[in-house]
């Protein structure tokens, strides 16, 4: 007597699918990879801090001219040292303000992932609804027109930098510039903007596909 064979239940193994982060950008990780580079290198041109602060450099000015002169020599060779201070005392306020820092971190998100980096093809879409590049753009303009001038993050940010600025000037024209030295190459590229300017090209350079994209 043959014995009855159990019918077989097909099976289905479901395979379970984790989801992954979303992985960054390259454009984000070649901004971020640019500017780290424009960073160590300017700051790898920073000047001893003791030469800053050595006291027996200081000397009052004869006279305003000659305040505005050394103010000038100073900058020309501990730039990257004032910029420094500069960026400390505007680090410091803002950590003892944690609520602005915490507004001008989200602008800068909002404004990195949302439009700068973010790729063309994924739209933006909140609480169900498609954001054009227009509409984001619009929307990122208004908020940091808030953020800016109807919080307090605008004035914590200008009294810092006049706090900075007037540290470094007062720094420059008490500090004789005698015994300082610069290279004809180191003159040429003074100032500001020439310091912070390979920090923006190399920003502008990584974000102009992910911009030209949606124009």
Same mark, same amino acid.
């Given at each position: /007597?043959?014995? +009855?064979?159990?019918?077989?239940?097909?099976?289905?193994?479901?395979?379970?699918?984790?989801?992954?982060?979303? +992985?960054?950008?390259? +454009?984000?990780?070649?901004?971020?990879? #640019?500017?780290?580079?424009?960073?160590?290198? $300017?700051?790898?041109?920073? #000047?001893?801090w003791a030469e800053l602060v050595d006291r027996s450099a200081f000397s009052k000015p004869e006279s305003f001219s000659d305040a505005l002169v050394r103010v000038r020599k100073n900058y020309s060779y501990f730039r990257v040292n004032y910029l420094s201070v500069i960026g400390l005392i505007l680090a410091f306020s803002l950590l003892s303000h944690p609520f602005?820092?915490?507004?001008?971190? $989200?602008?800068?998100?909002?404004?990195?992932?949302?439009?700068?980096? #973010?790729?063309? *093809?994924?739209?933006?879409?909140?609480?169900g609804r498609t954001f054009s590049d227009r509409e984001t753009l619009g929307f990122l303009i208004i908020f940091s027109v808030f953020v800016v001038f109807l919080t307090t993050v605008g004035s914590l940010l200008i009294s810092a930098l /006049?706090? $900075?600025?007037?540290?470094?000037? +007062?720094? $420059?024209?008490?500090?004789?510039?005698? *015994?300082?030295?610069? *290279?004809?190459q180191e003159q040429v590229s003074t100032g500001f903007l020439s310091f912070l300017g390979g920090a923006a090209t190399n920003a502008a350079v990584a974000a102009a596909p992910a911009v030209a994209a949606r124009v």
């Open positions: /007597m043959s014995t +009855a064979v159990p019918p077989v239940i097909p099976v289905s193994s479901v395979q379970s699918v984790e989801s992954q982060p979303p +992985a960054a950008s390259p +454009a984000f990780l070649s901004f971020v990879s #640019r500017l780290n580079e424009s960073l160590r290198n $300017g700051l790898s041109q920073r #000047r001893p602005s820092l915490l507004l001008l971190l $989200g602008l800068l998100c909002s404004w990195i992932f949302l439009y700068l980096f #973010r790729p063309a *093809d994924q739209p933006l879409i909140l609480f /006049m706090v $900075g600025v007037g540290l470094v000037c +007062a720094h $420059g024209a008490f500090r004789a510039p005698e *015994d300082l030295f610069l *290279d004809e």
